[in-house]
DNA sequence: GGGGGCTATGGGGGG
DNA sequence: CATAGCCCCC
């Protein structure tokens, strides 16, 4: 018996003094300073572990973390120390695990359980929509920073009534010249309300009003079911999110076994909401908390830690603590200066090269991170010229894509009616004759009597012709419906793509464009044909559900973070944001730039600054052995070349980290030669517009066009005149445009040159 | 009502 | 540079 305890808890010799106390003190309070790479995940996993041991029910736990991927991995790594168990613990993003919990409750608190989760291009729509009621200028009315006024007034639980009472945001609404933000909020959760639907902010925002206003005393339930609330990257929760963490301590005989892990260094998120405020408070709102820092960095050799102590220095709002290694190494950071963007991308690629042979480095061992997600496609020209396989992270994901969103957008109007975002991008996709007149009305229509457009559907006041297009339309939505009921997420959605007529319109495009686009539909349903036939029950999945509400619930969270799919041996480009909480051997961290790193938007507030600053701490800190940073005096950025000054931050590295600055090489010495093929991977998704010579360009007269010809464009360069058709439309294959080369083009306008 | 070309405009990080 | 929305013609 003593064996088997002794043997379970050998990972306590796995820790150093400070996790193994931090692991080891397992109620009340307790608060984890963690620098980086100092073992903050495994004080995480062990402790959970140690929970468990200790005769804590996995289920009793709830562990929040950034991402699913990492609770997913923490998942893993508890499993290997406890067993099956683990698969019972609730382990997740705030986001996925209260949608989770909402799924079930909403409808306490007057929404249906099958509620739709609004993303952000959904959001600002809806407030597109509101401004037009409200006739209000959208050059003025910016919809993103409308929809961030709403979205931090919701973090902060202010609600429209209280915003329309509060003087400094009616203030600044006024500065902005956008008075009337608070009518828009007002507008936007009724709209929201009307739909059924929550977006990002409502998930966290609706788990606060279920508890707080606890309908059926549903509060007593969560608070005794979690017995123990974990929270990694603290510094990064925002009012509300730490709002609900008190909801869920706060009873009489709470043990309040809270225990939040982060690094006030490392906050990086406050433009969301998040603040720092958090930590500070933490230990006024909880009495006696057990605080332990982690100060040893495991992760980095020494020049790079030092360099980060150094700049993060120069903050002065900081936690007390001093990060430390033993790790020796003399890999100094290298700081690279280049003319051009473009150059800076070649040079980062030859070094890859370089570090790839010289210190036989994978492709998975090394990354470039970025300040803005735009900087990435130099790096990735370089790196595809070099056959170096990589991937993009963030960006334009695959549920992003129209033909996904289109075929999901029905499922989500089958799942939900009341969906107006789904209901307004599909009444007439695929083409079936309702054109804008017909939708116009329905708004109106819709918000006259204040319900959704599925509801004014049969009421519309329109010709019989459109009258019987729209009961068309209904009854498509309404077999669905049906089919939805009895049938799994998978039969559902090819029974909804082949109703609606997609797969039809899909088929017959076969231009090169379509063609992607049906390989990119079938990837949709081949997964959700993987989601049915999963037959390993999640915790997240007890019931084992396979419907098609089930399935929406599950991918409107999903970030490209979460699904690392396919190729491993990449290199990694991301935003830093991106990489909180990840490491690589080698980094490369570019564009470092004033009005770039630190961001131009940034420049006038110094609170600001030492945000861009904790993110390039954040960026440096990733770096295991090798550590390049690089600027550039001059880069295109939006259509113009701009002149930067070198950040501020590589002044703040203390020079004995630091490399002799690396002199700027030829195009023609790559260090090793021509570098040689290294497997294959997937092309560029958007190639590079051809130049075409404007000068000496003459369009030659359109009736002298005929198919078979050889032109020129002016904007996409050479291409063959492979059609003609009877309306004097063009089909033309234009042989530099890579992704999609065949385009259509209307003669009468057409400026083109004949070449043979 | 539908489609494509053209013009003006904005421009960060993400769940 | 990307793209939303305008505008024009079918």
Same mark, same amino acid.
């Not at 960095?297 to 007390?320: F, L, M, T, W």
């Given at each position: 018996?003593?064996?088997?305890?002794?043997?379970?808890?050998?990972?306590?010799?796995?820790?150093?003094?400070?996790?193994?106390?931090?692991?080891?003190?397992?109620?009340?309070?307790?608060?984890?300073?963690?620098?980086?790479?100092?073992?903050?995940?495994?004080?995480?996993?062990?402790?959970?572990?140690?929970?468990?041991?200790?005769?804590?029910?996995?289920?009793?736990?709830?562990?929040?973390?950034?991402?699913?991927?990492?609770?997913?991995?923490?998942?893993?790594?508890?499993?290997?120390?406890?067993?099956?168990?683990?698969?019972?613990?609730?382990?997740?993003?705030?986001?996925?695990?209260?949608?989770?919990?909402?799924?079930?409750?909403?409808?306490?608190?007057?929404?249906?359980?099958?509620?739709?989760?609004?993303?952000?291009?959904?959001?600002?729509?809806?407030?597109?929509?509101?401004?037009?009621?409200?006739?209000?200028?959208?050059?003025?009315?910016?919809?993103?920073?409308?929809?961030?006024?709403?979205?931090?007034?919701?973090?902060?639980?202010?609600?429209?009534?209280?915003?329309?009472?509060?003087?400094?945001?009616?203030?600044?609404?006024?500065?902005?010249?956008?008075?009337?933000?608070?009518?828009?909020?007002?507008?936007?959760?009724?709209?929201?309300?009307?739909?059924?639907?929550?977006?990002?902010?409502?998930?966290?925002?609706?788990?606060?009003?279920?508890?707080?206003?606890?309908?059926?005393?549903?509060?007593?339930?969560?608070?005794?079911?979690?017995?123990?609330?974990?929270?990694?990257?603290?510094?990064?929760?925002?009012?509300?999110?730490?709002?609900?963490?008190?909801?869920?301590?706060?009873?009489?005989?709470?043990?309040?076994?809270?225990?939040?892990?982060?690094?006030?260094?490392?906050?990086?998120?406050?433009?969301?909401?998040?603040?720092?405020?958090?930590?500070?408070?933490?230990?006024?709102?909880?009495?006696?908390?057990?605080?332990?820092?982690?100060?040893?960095?495991?992760?980095?050799?020494?020049?790079?830690? *030092? &360099?980060?102590?150094? @700049? +993060?220095? $120069?903050? /002065?709002?900081? %936690?007390?603590?001093?990060?430390? !290694?033993?790790?020796?190494?003399?890999?100094?950071?290298?700081?690279?200066?280049?003319?051009?963007?473009?150059?800076?991308?070649?040079?980062?690629?030859?070094?890859?090269?370089?570090?790839?042979?010289?210190?036989?480095?994978?492709?998975?061992?090394?990354?470039?991170?970025?300040?803005?997600?735009?900087?990435?496609?130099?790096?990735?020209?370089?790196?595809?010229?070099?056959?170096?396989?990589?991937?993009?992270?963030?960006?334009?994901?695959?549920?992003?894509?129209?033909?996904?969103?289109?075929?999901?957008?029905?499922?989500?109007?089958?799942?939900?009616?009341?969906?107006? *975002? &789904?209901?307004?991008? @599909? +009444?007439? $996709?695929? /083409?079936?004759? %309702?054109?804008?007149?017909?939708? !116009?009305?329905?708004?109106?229509?819709?918000?006259?009597?204040?319900?959704?457009?599925?509801?004014?559907?049969?009421?519309?006041?329109?010709?019989?012709?459109?009258?019987?297009?729209?009961?068309?339309?209904?009854?498509?939505?309404?077999?669905?419906?049906?089919?939805?009921?009895?049938?799994?997420?998978?039969?559902?959605?090819?029974?909804?793509?082949?109703?609606?007529?997609?797969?039809?319109?899909?088929?017959?495009?076969?231009?090169?464009?379509?063609?992607?686009?049906?390989?990119?539909?079938?990837?949709?349903?081949?997964?959700?044909?993987?989601?049915?036939?999963?037959? *390993?029950?999640?915790?997240?999945?007890?019931?084992?559900? /396979?419907?098609?509400?089930?399935?929406?619930?599950?991918?409107?969270?999903?970030?490209?973070?979460?699904?690392?799919?396919?190729?491993?041996?990449?290199?990694?480009?991301?935003?830093?944001?991106?990489?909180?909480?990840?490491?690589?051997?080698?980094?490369?961290?570019?564009?470092?730039?004033?009005?770039?790193?630190?961001?131009?938007?940034?420049?006038?507030?110094?609170?600001?600054?030492?945000?861009?600053?904790?993110?390039?701490?954040?960026?440096?800190?990733?770096?295991?052995?090798?550590?390049?940073?690089?600027?550039?005096?001059?880069?295109?950025?939006?259509?113009?070349?701009?002149?930067?000054?070198?950040?501020?931050?590589? *002044?703040?590295?203390?020079?004995?980290?630091?490399?002799?600055?690396?002199?700027?090489?030829?195009?023609?010495?790559?260090?090793?030669?021509?570098?040689?093929?290294?497997?294959?991977?997937?092309?560029?998704?958007?190639?590079?517009?051809?130049?075409?010579?404007?000068?000496?360009?003459?369009?030659?007269?359109?009736?002298?066009?005929?198919?078979?010809?050889?032109?020129?464009?002016?904007?996409?360069?050479?291409?063959?005149?492979?059609?003609?058709?009877?309306?004097?439309?063009?089909?033309?294959?234009?042989?530099?445009?890579?992704?999609?080369?065949?385009?259509?083009?209307?003669?009468?306008?057409?400026?083109?040159?004949?070449?043979?």
């Amino acid at each position: 018996m003593s064996e088997i305890i002794e043997k379970s808890f050998a990972y306590l010799d796995e820790l150093n003094d400070v996790q193994r106390k931090a692991v080891e003190c397992i109620s009340g309070p307790v608060m984890v300073i963690a620098g980086p790479g100092s073992g903050k995940t495994r004080v995480l996993t062990y402790r959970i572990a140690h929970l468990i041991n200790s005769g804590v029910a996995p289920w009793q736990i709830l562990s929040l973390t950034f991402t699913n991927k990492a609770a997913r991995e923490m998942k893993e790594r508890i499993e290997r120390v406890i067993g099956q168990r683990a698969n019972k613990i609730w382990a997740g993003t705030f986001h996925s695990l209260f949608a989770r919990i909402l799924r079930v409750e909403a409808h306490r608190i007057d929404y249906p359980n099958d509620f739709t989760i609004y993303d952000a291009d959904d959001t600002k729509s809806v407030i597109k929509e509101i401004l037009k009621t409200m006739s209000l200028d959208t050059k003025v009315y910016n919809p993103g920073t409308i929809r961030s006024r709403i979205s931090s007034a919701k973090s902060n639980l202010i609600t429209p009534k209280a915003y329309a009472r509060d003087e400094e945001l009616l203030q600044t609404d006024k500065m902005n010249r956008m008075p009337l933000v608070h009518q828009i909020y007002e507008k936007y959760v009724l709209k929201c309300m009307r739909a059924g639907a929550m977006d990002f902010d409502d998930l966290l925002l609706q788990m606060f009003k279920l508890l707080y206003q606890n309908p059926d005393n549903v509060k007593d339930k969560y608070q005794r079911q979690f017995q123990h609330v974990l929270v990694d990257e603290f510094q990064d929760t925002n009012f509300l999110q730490y709002a609900i963490l008190k909801q869920f301590m706060d009873y009489e005989g709470s043990e309040k076994n809270i225990c939040i892990v982060g690094d006030d260094a490392q906050s990086i998120y406050s433009f969301r909401g998040a603040t720092i405020e958090n930590i500070l408070q933490f230990e006024n709102d909880f009495a006696d908390v057990q605080t332990f820092k982690l100060e040893q960095n495991y992760r980095s050799q020494h020049h790079i830690v *030092e &360099a980060a102590n150094g @700049i +993060i220095g $120069y903050n /002065k709002k900081q %936690i007390d603590k001093k990060i430390w !290694t033993d790790r020796t190494g003399e890999n100094k950071i290298k700081i690279i200066k280049t003319v051009s963007d473009s150059e800076e991308g070649k040079r980062v690629a030859d070094l890859i090269i370089e570090q790839k042979n010289r210190y036989g480095l994978e492709n998975q061992q090394i990354s470039i991170l970025y300040r803005t997600n735009a900087q990435s496609r130099v790096f990735e020209e370089n790196l595809r010229r070099y056959n170096i396989p990589y991937r993009i992270y963030g960006g334009m994901s695959f549920y992003q894509r129209k033909e996904i969103k289109d075929l999901m957008s029905y499922m989500r109007l089958v799942v939900n009616p009341r969906d107006d *975002e &789904a209901f307004k991008r @599909i +009444i007439n $996709y695929p /083409k079936r004759g %309702i054109g804008n007149t017909t939708v !116009t009305k329905l708004l109106q229509l819709a918000e006259d009597n204040q319900i959704s457009l599925w509801e004014c559907l049969p009421h519309a006041q329109v010709t019989a012709r459109t009258e019987s297009l729209l009961a068309g339309f209904a009854k498509i939505i309404a077999e669905c419906r049906v089919k939805a009921k009895e049938a799994n997420a998978y039969d559902t959605a090819h029974y909804i793509a082949k109703k609606s007529g997609i797969m039809t319109a899909m088929k017959a495009d076969k231009s090169m464009e379509g063609m992607g686009r049906l390989e990119n539909i079938n990837a949709l349903l081949d997964g959700m044909q993987e989601f049915v036939e999963d037959d *390993e029950v999640e915790d997240d999945n007890l019931d084992n559900d /396979k419907s098609l509400a089930r399935y929406l619930q599950n991918i409107a969270l999903i970030t490209d973070a979460d699904d690392d799919k396919g190729e491993t041996n990449v290199v990694t480009l991301m935003s830093v944001h991106a990489a909180k909480g990840l490491e690589f051997k080698s980094v490369f961290v570019v564009g470092l730039e004033e009005n770039l790193f630190p961001s131009f938007m940034s420049l006038s507030d110094p609170n600001q600054i030492d945000e861009e600053r904790r993110l390039f701490y954040v960026a440096i800190t990733r770096a295991e052995e090798y550590l390049t940073l690089s600027h550039s005096n001059s880069r295109y950025q939006y259509g113009q070349m701009r002149f930067n000054d070198p950040s501020r931050f590589l *002044e703040e590295i203390p020079p004995e980290n630091v490399d002799s600055i690396i002199p700027i090489k030829k195009e023609s010495d790559s260090p090793f030669g021509t570098p040689k093929i290294l497997g294959n991977f997937k092309p560029l998704r958007r190639a590079p517009m051809p130049k075409v010579n404007a000068a000496g360009f003459v369009a030659n007269n359109p009736k002298e066009i005929k198919e078979g010809m050889k032109v020129m464009h002016l904007k996409f360069g050479e291409g063959k005149v492979m059609k003609i058709d009877e309306r004097q439309v063009a089909t033309i294959h234009f042989k530099e445009i890579y992704d999609s080369p065949e385009k259509r083009i209307m003669l009468q306008y057409a400026k083109l040159q004949i070449l043979e």
